[in-house]
Nanobody, 124 residues
Framework: QEQLVESGGRVVKVGDSLRLSCAAP????????MAWFRQAPGNERDFVAV???????YYAEAVEGRFTISGDSTKDTLYLEKNNLKPDGTALYYC??????????????????WGQGTQVTVSS
């Protein structure tokens, strides 16, 4: 069973930057795709970004240009660099893995395993 462990979440101010990490030991980092989602209180879990084959990157329109997804295969770790944070960035951030190719990349049901999440709170 794959295990993902997110870290890096904390309270930050509007305009700040923050980097989240997702440790993916046991070879799961080599799976087809790894993504970040976020869920604000009372909302659905929303797609943020995905890294496909540790190469191709796709972003949600709301974060395009401000967030950067990346991976380090030597550390089996996925990252999400967040710049110019806005109040709507307050959410529980999850990383997720997709073992093999599947067309869908932006829905929670497209992914096979998940971490427990890390909380980011953006204060004004």
């Amino acid at each position: 069973q794959e295990q993902l462990v997110e870290s890096g979440g904390r309270v930050v101010k509007v305009g700040d930057s923050l980097r989240l990490s997702c440790a993916a030991p046991g070879g799961s980092f080599s799976h087809h795709a790894m993504a970040w989602f976020r869920q604000a209180p009372g909302n659905e879990r929303d797609f943020v970004a995905v890294l496909v084959d540790n190469d191709v990157k796709y972003y949600a329109e709301a974060v395009e240009g401000r967030f950067t997804i990346s991976g380090d295969s030597t550390k089996d770790t996925l990252y999400l660099e967040k710049n110019n944070l806005k109040p709507d960035g307050t959410a529980l951030y999850y990383c997720a893995g997709q073992r093999v190719f599947r067309m869908g990349k932006a829905r929670p049901r497209d992914y096979d395993y998940w971490g427990q999440g890390t909380q980011v709170t953006v204060s004004s």
